[in-house]
């Protein structure tokens, strides 16, 4: 096929991208397109880096038009996801393979075509690009077939390090030039601006919305909501009337708590769900929590039911003993402090937050620490923050 007629399939296929989907169409006219030289042997199909798309007009020539139009959505979510400037220094084959498993539901969903061979696998369904990576990883560490995305590490490796394609349906080149943030601005601002056209005319991709809440709500420090929650339940216990003895000595007056402690209760759940390395963080914050609250803290342990309580206290030594390992339910744990009679300052609940039955809301407050990939998660009651 001549190179005109490859540049008109091209153009006839962003047309009717164009057409149909105006948000994939805002990211992909931002890229500059080049035909990839013959000495380019690592463009054997598309790659883009944020500032340009490359074709292997051989690929492009044995392509159907539903195949090319897949392929160009494929390579503006790259972009419109910062996978070139986020790539960083981490492998760039595994990135590349990470990224197609990111960005391959999106298309699925859209109701784009797949090129045979393209990486999908619902058990990354909604992980972000680094969550998979770092998955990826530890497989290749491993070698053979991995467990968790199938692929055969053995093979990879035969393809070697480099940039270009990886992942059989297009690939990310690694950006790494000095103005490498102000790329990654200028996407993240591309992305934002698609999302707000195609919401302008009704017709936003599936799963853009919640991809658009997770990319650019504010990010906070999960530690630091936990202890602005612990401070907050404090400041109403303050009494000047009572200094606080501690730095009497000193002639330096300060408030004390009313009766030198501040009552907040954690529940955590322990369901099978949550991971060792989940539970190990929960324990490692219950210390610090107990330290500031100066006094005794009541923790229950909830799967489906309790599965057990215990009370840590800031001066003794007894490890945290999590107990659990069943299905998920967040009402056992409220109901255990209403029947105990409880009226904590506040409740701190550590979960992954993958359950929907919630009781009556409590008179308390609520501050639910999510650990994981449930950006979905949303009670009908308390505050959330996540644990990154």
């Known amino acids: 096929m001549a190179e005109d007629a490859i540049l008109t399939k091209i153009m006839k296929a962003r047309v009717q991208i164009a057409l149909k989907a105006p948000f994939f169409s805002a990211l992909l006219l931002r890229l500059r397109m080049h035909e990839a030289k013959k000495h380019e042997l690592w463009c054997p199909t598309m790659a883009t880096n944020g500032k340009w798309l490359k074709y292997n007009k051989n690929f492009v020539e044995e392509m159907s038009n539903e195949e090319l139009k897949g392929v160009l959505v494929h390579e503006a979510m790259h972009c419109g996801l910062q996978h070139p400037t986020r790539c960083g220094t981490r492998d760039p084959l595994i990135w590349n393979l990470a990224a197609d498993f990111t960005v391959n539901p999106f298309l699925i969903d859209a109701g784009y075509s797949l090129i045979k061979g393209a990486l999908v696998n619902d058990k990354f369904r909604g992980m972000s690009t680094e969550k998979v990576y770092s998955i990826l990883l ?74 658009i809440r997770e990319l650019f709500a504010p990010k906070i420090n999960w530690k630091e909501a936990l202890r602005q929650f612990v401070a907050e339940r404090m400041k109403d216990n303050f009494l000047w009337e009572r200094p606080n003895r501690r730095f009497i000595s000193s002639g330096i007056y300060l408030p004390s708590l009313d009766g030198e402690k501040i009552q907040i209760d954690i529940i955590s759940d322990t369901s099978g769900s949550m991971s060792e390395q989940q539970l190990c963080e929960v324990a490692s914050e219950v210390k610090d929590i107990v330290k500031v609250c100066n006094g005794e803290i009541l923790m229950v342990y909830v799967d489906c039911s309790v599965a057990g309580v215990q009370h840590i206290n800031p001066w003794s030594d007894e490890p945290i003993e999590m107990k659990g390992g069943g299905g998920t339910c967040f009402r056992p744990g409220f109901e255990y402090l209403d029947n105990e009679g409880r009226t904590p300052n506040g409740v701190v609940y550590f979960t992954d937050g993958y359950c929907n039955t919630y009781p009556a809301s409590p008179d308390y407050p609520v501050l639910w620490i999510i650990s994981g990939e449930n950006h979905d998660f949303d009670p009908p009651f308390g505050s959330v923050t996540f644990m990154d």
């Open 138 to 211: 530890e497989e290749a560490e491993k070698g053979g077939v991995g467990e968790t995305s199938g692929i055969n590490w053995v093979h990879v490796k035969c393809l070697g390090e480099g940039e270009g394609d990886f992942g059989g349906m297009g690939g990310v080149v690694p950006y790494r030039g000095d103005d490498a943030e102000e790329l990654d601005e200028e996407w993240k601002g591309a992305l934002q601006q698609a999302h707000k056209v195609a919401k302008n005319q009704g017709n936003v991709p599936a799963g853009i919305d919640r991809l």
